[in-house]
């Protein structure tokens, strides 16, 4: 940023009627417009890291999601591993639809329209799977069926 150029108030004085004399006194003054370009500036800067604070708490909220699903299919692999060993496959496929049917369940409460369980856009009024079929639905081929 360009420094302001700062000025102080002068007083003309005249000796003996021909002489005028500057006497730099009180205190600094600026320009109005480098005054305006560096409120400008300034107020950028602020909006800048307000809009960067607020993009770290949303990728904070992904990450958080993300952390969350990792640990979730860390125990559905760990329960694979365990019933691919003693062959309970039907104990196995109950679990993971029991996991899977739970994380679907949720619900947006993040006051964001994106959602943090899910990555889909919705508000809290509509379930993650909710949101799921809609989307599907939307993006759907023309002609296909339900």
Known sequence: MNEVHRYKVVTMLSAAGATIGYDPHGPDIVMASAFDEATRLFLDAAERC??????????????????????????????????????????LTKDIDTMLSQDAGRTNNSRNAHCPHDGICHTSQETCAEAQARIASLTAPAGAGP
């Open 50 to 91: 307000v809009a960067s604070e607020r993009r770290e708490k949303e990728l904070q909220q992904r990450l958080t999601a993300a952390d969350e699903l990792a640990d979730t299919m860390g125990g559905l692999l760990r329960l694979a591993r365990g019933a691919i060993g003693e062959n309970q496959w039907t104990l």
